[in-house]
């Protein structure tokens, strides 16, 4: 039925062409603004995350319950979630502090993963890189400015560079590799784990729609050669149906993972090694 529905509606193409890089590309498409202050798909709901987040957190706890119902029972799962699995986890009670900058961190996540998969939006904006980046920036900011405060700054560059238990010599060759990988791969990996698993995903998804759409509208044309090839629209619109499942569980992940090394950044800063 749905393939006859599919192919009543729609004209294959001349040969299917594979998606590329224009479906990443929403600068063009101002909804509010334009030039510099141009608000277009991706800003828009990125912001609107900030909203609903927000919006949810008010009416969650406005007037919290005893016995928690509905969406303050939701909220409060979350919380618990990144307290006992992350940050108890992680960091021990001295990370409780962090708490609600690592569920921030989860959430606005989450929510933002979990676009791509929501009829209409279709698009996870933490597919654009300079998402992921602007998250890693924050984190790599966070986690040196509570070493320096916690342990002092030179004690914590000290620390870093020059790793105790480590014979002078061997100097040349630790501080520099510390030094890079404190400092530069720490934010580098995790913008790029985050973005590019998000940009993998859409572009599984969007291929699964396209080959279907192109081959339902094959079965609707007339011999039997387009019957035979119009048949895997079934095959690949299941996959798509079994992605978009596998994706929101590759959504939930990438947001847990995130915030588990942040934890683990923070808490390295926190307590120094000795």
Known sequence: MLASILANVATPPDGFAPPGTEIFDFTRECLVG???????????????????????????????????????????????????????????????????????????????????????????????????????VLVWLVFNVVGIVKQGGWTYIKGVLFPPGVPKPIYILVTPIEFVS??????????????????????????????????????????????ITGMFGFLSFALQIFMTGFELLVAFLQAY??????????SGAIHPEH
């Open 34 to 136: 334009s030039g510099n202050y141009c608000v277009n798909k991706v800003s828009f709901w990125m912001l609107m995350s900030a909203v609903i987040i927000s919006a949810l957190f008010i009416v969650a706890f406005r007037a919290p319950k005893l016995v928690p119902t509905g969406v303050q029972n939701l909220m409060e799962a979350f919380v618990d979630l990144v307290r006992s699995a992350v940050v108890l986890e992680v960091m021990g009670p001295q990370g409780l502090p962090f708490l609600p900058f690592l569920t921030s961190i989860f959430i606005f996540i989450w929510v933002n993963n979990t676009y791509g998969i929501i009829p209409g939006i279709q698009f996870p904006t933490t597919a654009r890189m300079a998402i992921p980046v602007m998250l890693a």
């Open 182 to 227: 404190v400092f530069i791969v720490r934010p580098l990996t995790l913008a790029v784990r985050l973005g590019a698993n998000m940009i993998a995903g859409h572009l599984i998804l969007t291929i699964f729609a396209l080959g279907s759409f192109y081959l339902f509208a094959e079965f609707g044309q007339p011999g039997l050669g387009s019957k």
């Open 257 to 266: 993972i995130f915030t588990m090394l942040t934890a683990v950044y923070i």
